[in-house]
């Protein structure tokens, strides 16, 4: 969904307007890292321009996952799979029971 433009400008968008002020709510968003360094950079910045947190999760149990190299720091950067938690970055919402944050 974040491979083109228009996904980059109007996911994040779609995201916020989900979890409209004074609403609790997450998104959980399963996303390819560094499939396109550019892409997965400005889709982050836009998730933050609209006060919305992301943050990588995993199941409990699950092993952590590769930290994941800066981005444009590789030609070809090895790319796995995430699940990022996003919500609003003022909503403190414990999720500990069901999901840790991986490092």
Known sequence: LVYN???VQWLPKVMAGL???GRSGVI?????KHRMDMADQ????NLAKLSLSCTEV???GMETPPASPPFF???FPEQRIAIWRIQRAEQSVDFARELYVAP
């Not at 959980?28 to 390819?32: A, G, N, P, R, S």
């Not at 400005?42 to 910045?45: E, G, Q, S, T, V």
């Open 5 to 7: 433009e228009i996904g």
């Open 73 to 75: 720091e590789s030609l």
């Open 28 to 32: 959980y968003y399963c996303h390819t």
């Open 42 to 45: 400005d889709f982050l910045a």
């Open 19 to 21: 979890l409209e002020r």
């Open 58 to 60: 995993r199941e409990t």
